[in-house]
């Protein structure tokens, strides 16, 4: 079992809808929680970055970590098929490496 | 800064042969990792560094694979000998506390 399980998709949605996506993970030491976004053919880039549990919002984008269910989500409002790409969620816990899920690909339809 | 730097951007070679891959990592990380990327796999770790130093290889598939990092601004991904099984996209990213920015990988064909 993978620490990090996130499901691939694909998923499909129309422009302006709220786009959901969610990971689970196993290691109840991981502090660190990051959703990184990847264009085709392209490296990964930060997207956001949480510690421990709680919220965070920046523009459209929302992430959730709840440590006590061990899941993390990341919310995407008024999405743009611009944000179509793959997703993917990381853990880590202090200076170690991080663990990736399997990354999740999103179409945003005109 | 202009990013971690990775090069070759794309390699294609043949079976047996030895590959090299490049990262320049951003200035002042004091982390430097190295993933590789297939479609069945996604995204795995091979190795990664602290100040120079190799932490963590066990994600290192065979003693065909080697990495180094003989100073702060450089480091080397090599592949001796290649198989088919060997092509991937491999990325090289760097860190400096919280945030891992990446590079824009080399995509790797072995024929």
């Known amino acids: 079992q993978k620490e990090v399980e996130q499901d691939p998709g694909p998923l499909s949605v129309p422009e302006g809808a709220i786009v959901s996506l969610n990971c689970t993970y196993s290691n109840s030491a991981f502090q660190y929680f990051m959703w990184y976004r990847q264009y085709s053919r392209k490296g990964p880039e930060l997207l956001m970055y949480?510690?421990?549990?709680g919220n965070k919002e920046d523009g459209r984008f929302t992430a959730q970590v709840d440590k006590s269910s061990k899941y993390i989500s990341l919310f995407i409002r008024d999405s743009q098929p611009s944000d179509s790409a793959t997703y993917l969620c990381a853990s880590r816990y202090n200076n170690n490496d991080m663990r990736f899920g399997a990354g999740t690909r999103l179409t945003v339809k005109p | 800064d202009a990013g971690v730097i990775q090069s070759p951007r794309h390699e294609v070679t043949e079976m047996g042969q030895e590959v090299t891959l490049r990262c320049k990592p951003i200035?002042?990380?004091?982390?430097l990792f190295w993933y590789r990327q297939t479609m069945m796999r996604g995204l795995e770790l091979l190795i990664y560094f602290n100040n120079n130093v190799p932490i963590d290889d066990s994600g290192m598939p065979e003693d065909r694979f080697s990495a180094k990092m003989p100073n702060a601004s450089f480091s080397t991904l090599k592949i001796q000998p290649s198989e088919p099984r060997d092509s991937a996209v491999y990325f090289c990213a760097s860190r400096l506390n919280t945030e891992a920015f990446f590079g824009q990988g080399t995509r790797l064909t072995v024929v």
């Open positions: 200035s002042g990380h004091d982390y």
């Open positions: 949480t510690y421990s549990s």
